[in-house]
């Protein structure tokens, strides 16, 4: 990706003129950001020993290491909008001393080893997407920080069509995963917004959840069985669709975030590729009115493979079509609904969730909206940058609750973000939508956005903490799938309780008793 933006370096978004004219109404005036050069970033010396440094050449081939200036820049932090200010405003201080790219797991194992030995941390690399500080490990009294680049594990390792499982190594991103599944008909569905860029490995660390959740299920929902690296040797985690042999230990390494270990490869559940695809919009008086479709239809078990509704705000800037951002006056909420699969079952689930709609009250819109939101889904961190060049300061933040919370936790958050940033001077523009839907409640995603300050990540924070705050003291999670990273630990204690903490503590003394495996993060 972009040193300094999210995504393909070639991808460039040019705001629409209905942005322009929302900015001037909602924010009024602002000034372009600038953003220092590439050639003027300045690195930290690298710090790994030269001992060490012949141990990992040793165990993936000196090509397999490198300190080049281009390669450590590429490898520092993730892409929350903290990274990206601090990334255009030239500060690499977090940068990794070396970039190492081990070619399976046994050379995972091996360097684990060498860096336990060596006193080097080690940050487990996928496709650098992380929006929770989940790539910046403490450098407390270890020798140097490794970034674990496993681009190189990018097999399709098996298929068992019986079944309908795969095999597939951690280092493969999204659309690699998908060409090789299609290749035997089959997919895994699995969509989330950082889809073209993030890895196997990292949907499974951060319990990835995906557009396709209502139909699909979560990532973590889909996983049979995980091959992990720890410096111990290789651990085999998983080997039925379901057991009673114990407590389920996949779920220690679902969402562990490279702190226990390294996924190497995952096995999941796939389906066959649908043969249709339809998206349409409804629309819906109210933010509740919408809700209270959505818990309907999956309470009946109608659940079409997407499920998304955009409160009002959102709605009227029409984020269905980032294209064409802008204020509408349609009113009322919109609501996207994909179907996927055969013909027949596509007409069927159509047919059956118009009906409940229908008389709940929705109106079908028709399929302008829905093929507009599926054609854009992944545009929307390009929108970002584009906004953050102009002075506009935009960040995220989801959560999940039960639907008889759901509204509360929604109008806590909002009020807390609205306050926050008044306390500032500004007015913050939120807008918020649902994405992913359960029988017994559903998430919310927020987007925030303000005039930027002059010290964009420093503005921020207190929004953030205004936000965790409201969530905790609301009853939510603290994150229903972006992870915990470092941004989310100072609430997950209050969330796990001090058993909780205990225990994962002591699961990272059992498995990583160096300390070596993405120190900082997750772990209170």
Request: charged fraction near 20%; charge should be negative.
């Amino acid at each position: 990706m972009h040193w300094s933006r999210w995504g393909d370096p070639d991808h460039t978004t040019a705001l629409p003129d209905g942005a322009h004219d929302l900015m001037a109404l909602a924010f009024g005036e602002i000034r372009p950001r600038e953003s220092v050069a590439l050639d003027a970033v300045q690195l930290p010396t690298d710090e790994v020993p030269a001992d060490a440094r012949a141990a990992l050449a040793a165990i993936v081939g000196p090509g397999h290491v490198s300190q080049a200036d281009s390669d450590r820049i590429h490898h520092t932090r993730g892409k929350s909008t903290p990274d990206l200010l601090a990334a255009r405003d030239g500060d690499f201080g977090d940068a990794p001393d070396l970039v190492v790219e081990p070619a399976d797991g046994d050379e995972v194992v091996g360097v684990l080893r060498a860096c336990a030995a060596h006193r080097v941390a080690v940050v487990p690399y996928g496709g650098g997407t992380s929006v929770v500080g989940g790539l910046v490990a403490d450098r407390g009294d270890l020798t140097g920080i490794v970034s674990l680049d496993l681009r190189r594990l990018d097999r399709l390792v098996e298929v068992d069509e019986v079944s309908m499982t795969a095999t597939l190594q951690a280092g493969l991103l999204g659309p690699q995963a998908e060409a090789l599944l299609a290749e035997h008909g089959i997919t895994l569905g699995h969509y989330p917004q950082s889809f073209e860029f993030a890895s196997i490995g990292g949907f499974a660390a951060t319990r990835s959840s995906g557009h396709s959740s209502s139909g699909y299920g979560r990532f973590d929902d889909m996983v049979i069985g995980l091959t992990v690296a720890t410096a111990g040797g290789t651990w085999q985690v998983g080997r039925a669709p379901a057991s009673a042999a114990g407590p389920d230990l996949r779920q220690l390494v679902l969402g562990s975030e490279g702190t226990f270990g390294v996924i190497t490869d995952v096995t999941v559940m796939v389906r066959r590729i649908p043969t249709e695809r339809v998206y349409e919009t409804w629309r819906w008086a109210s933010f509740a009115d919408g809700a209270t479709a959505m818990r309907t239809l999956v309470q009946d078990d109608l659940n079409p493979t997407v499920l998304r509704l955009s409160d009002e705000t959102e709605t009227a800037i029409n984020l269905s079509d980032p294209s064409a951002i802008g204020i509408s006056d349609a009113g009322g909420v919109q609501m996207v609904c994909g179907y996927e699969g055969t013909p027949a079952r596509v007409a069927r689930m159509r047919s059956e969730v118009t009906d409940v709609l229908t008389g709940l009250g929705g109106e079908l819109a028709g399929a302008q909206g829905g093929e507009a939101w599926a054609s854009g889904r992944f545009s929307a961190p390009y929108l970002r940058d584009a906004l953050l060049d102009e002075g506009v300061l935009v960040e995220t933040l989801e959560t999940a609750t039960s639907w008889s919370n759901l509204s509360a936790l929604y109008d806590a958050v909002k009020s807390a973000i609205a306050d926050a940033a008044g306390a500032q001077g500004v007015d913050p523009l939120v807008l918020c939508h649902i994405s992913h839907v359960y029988r017994a409640g559903a998430s919310l995603y927020f987007t925030v956005a303000v005039r930027e300050a002059d010290d964009g990540a420093a503005q921020w924070a207190p929004i953030k903490q205004a936000a965790g705050d409201a969530i905790r003291d609301a009853g939510g999670t603290i994150t229903h799938h972006h992870a915990v990273g470092r941004d989310h630990k100072p609430w997950l204690a209050d969330e796990i309780g001090a058993p909780g903490v205990a225990a994962l503590r002591a699961v990272k003394q059992a498995l990583d008793p160096e300390g070596i495996l993405n120190p900082g993060v997750l772990i209170p």
